[in-house]
Nanobody
């Protein structure tokens, strides 16, 4: 059974930064793409960023490009989301997710492609 545990969320002022971490266990981490999603109250879950199994490909939703950076450390079985220049509209619960297909050649943005999910970590950005 795959387990994903997020950490690093919190309350921050607009313009500030946070770094989210997601520690994975239960299967070979390095051969699966990973993604970060977020969900605000009353809204659908939204793809934020994803990284391929090799780390060579990343994808971002347009609203976070040039502000957020996803990375992974396969030796530590951990994926990160560095969030800079945070805005109030970034407020949401952030979820880490693991792709269900090994060695997928691209990063998927649909949550249906991700088989495992963490419990999420809350990010609140005050104006």
């Amino acid at each position: 059974q795959v387990q994903l545990v997020e950490s690093g969320g919190g309350l921050v002022q607009a313009g500030g930064s946070l770094r989210l971490s997601c520690a994975a266990s239960g299967r070979t981490f390095s051969i699966y793409s990973m993604g970060w999603f977020r969900q605000a109250p009353g809204k659908e879950r939204e793809f934020v960023a994803g990284i391929s199994w090799s780390g060579g490909t990343t994808e971002y939703v347009d609203s976070v490009k040039d502000r957020f950076t996803i990375s992974r450390d396969n030796a530590k079985n951990t994926v990160y989301l560095q969030m800079n220049s945070l805005k109030p509209e970034d407020t949401a619960r952030y979820y880490c997710a693991a792709d269900g297909l090994a060695f997928r050649p691209r990063v998927e943005t649909s949550p249906l492609k991700y088989d495992y999910w963490g419990q999420g970590t809350q990010v609140t950005v005050s104006s």
